[in-house]
């Protein structure tokens, strides 16, 4: 059996996030997901529109997804590698170069997939952010 991993925030899914996970998946027969918690999102100085149990949540209901577990330090990924003997680990290809993931060439099978275009979890909340100005600032 051929397990993959991926890494995210998966906050406010969107088609660029099941597109990743469903190429994911097709590389191997088990897709196993780091979800970044609320906690290490802070870390990153991220923050989520959802908390990381609904995120989970919704993971979880995604017919790709096999195994979700918590992303809480960038530095577990080795030792994720080896408790759930993972042979492949994907990342959309923003993190292409990134010391974050490439030492993990050593230990796995270390792919980037391409992002889909147009879309992504950014562009969804600065577009929302605009909405709700433009509706906030209008008087009725």
């Known amino acids: 059996m051929k397990r993959v991993l991926t890494y995210g925030t998966f906050d406010m899914l969107h ?3 099941v597109n990743l996970l469903r190429r ?3 590389l191997g ?4 997901v780091g979800l970044s918690t609320d906690e290490f999102n802070d870390i990153k100085n991220k923050q989520s529109f959802f908390a990381y149990e609904k995120r989970k949540l919704i993971l979880e209901s995604i017919r790709y997804v096999d195994l979700v577990i918590p992303e809480e330090t960038w530095e577990q990924k080795v030792s994720d590698i080896q408790k759930y003997n993972i042979d ?3 990342m959309g ?3 292409q170069g990134s010391d974050r993931f490439e030492y993990l060439r050593k230990y796995v099978q270390l792919i980037y997939l391409p992002r889909t275009k147009g879309i992504s979890t950014t562009k969804i909340k600065r577009s929302c952010g605009q909405l ?3 509706v906030g600032g209008k008087k009725g």
Do not use: N, R
Not at 29 to 32: H, Q, R, S, W
């Open 15 to 17: 088609e660029g996030h």
């Open 24 to 26: 994911a998946k097709a």
């Open 29 to 32: 027969d088990y897709l196993v």
């Open 88 to 90: 492949t680990v994907v």
């Open 93 to 95: 290809s923003d993190w």
């Open 132 to 134: 709700l100005s433009i």
